[in-house]
């Protein structure tokens, strides 16, 4: 069984950092993508960044080119969203995710598998 694990998050004050990790287990990830997503209350969840588990191909949206930097450490199945200059705006709960090269995309229900989400607050 699939599961992805999300931590890292908390309160921060504008233009602090928190690092995210998502350790995932129960599949064999080389072929597919990782990444991060985002819902703030009210709003649809938006793509955040995502990474290629075996080439390590990068992806951002405009929203946070910059600032956030995503990485893996594929020994220990882990996912990381370093978040750097943090604004109000980026408050939400963020979400690890997982998706098939087959099909991977930025929309989010074409993605595979969630974790929990971890709660990211930036205080003005």
């Known amino acids: 069984q699939v599961q992805l694990v999300e931590s890292g998050g908390g309160l921060v004050q504008a233009g602090g950092s928190l690092r995210l990790s998502c350790v995932a287990s129960?599949?064999?990830?080389?072929?597919?993508?990782m990444g991060w997503f985002r819902q703030a209350p009210g709003t649809e969840r938006e793509f955040v960044s995502a990474v290629t588990w075996s080439s390590g191909n990068k992806y951002y949206a405009d929203s946070v080119k910059g600032r956030f930097s995503i990485s893996r450490d594929n020994a220990k199945n882990t996912l990381y969203l370093q978040m750097n200059s943090l604004k109000p705006e980026d408050t939400a709960v963020y979400y690890c995710a997982a998706v098939s090269l087959v099909v991977f995309a930025t929309e989010p229900d074409l993605w595979d598998y969630w974790g929990q989400g971890t709660q990211v607050t930036v205080s003005s």
């Open positions: 129960g599949h064999t990830f080389s072929n597919y993508a």
